[in-house]
């Protein structure tokens, strides 16, 4: 295990406080507090950022997910336990994530617009764009999970 390096909410409040902005503007867009941990969970397994994994699984939990469920975000592919909405954000924000590789193809585009709005679109889309903020700074400055 590597030892953290720098306490980034230390060294710079500045940039916390906007990118807490950020997390109040998606905490009060409207968008459901249960599909928005997934996608923060999703997100983050990408990452590979351990502290938000570790977060996002037990902000989860508290808000009455199932331990099955969370076990099954990083094949969620192949796992029978997610809506149909909830598979278009999941693809969605794996899209957005990788955009260097993916693009973000038109058929996850497609696929999005028959399940959300264009305000939750943009509102989903900002919400991936922050826990990707968020997953860049703890993996560079190796944040570790709480004991």
Known sequence: MTDSRIDFYKVSPEAIKAMM???????????????????KLRVSQINGCVFCVDMHCADALKGGESQRRLNAVAVWHEAPFFTERERAALAWAEAVTLISETHVPDEVYQEMLKHFGEKELVDLTVAIVTINGWNRMAVSFRKLPFK
């Open 21 to 39: 902005g950020l997390e109040g503007f998606i905490n009060k867009c409207g968008l459901d507090k249960a599909l928005l941990d997934l996608i």
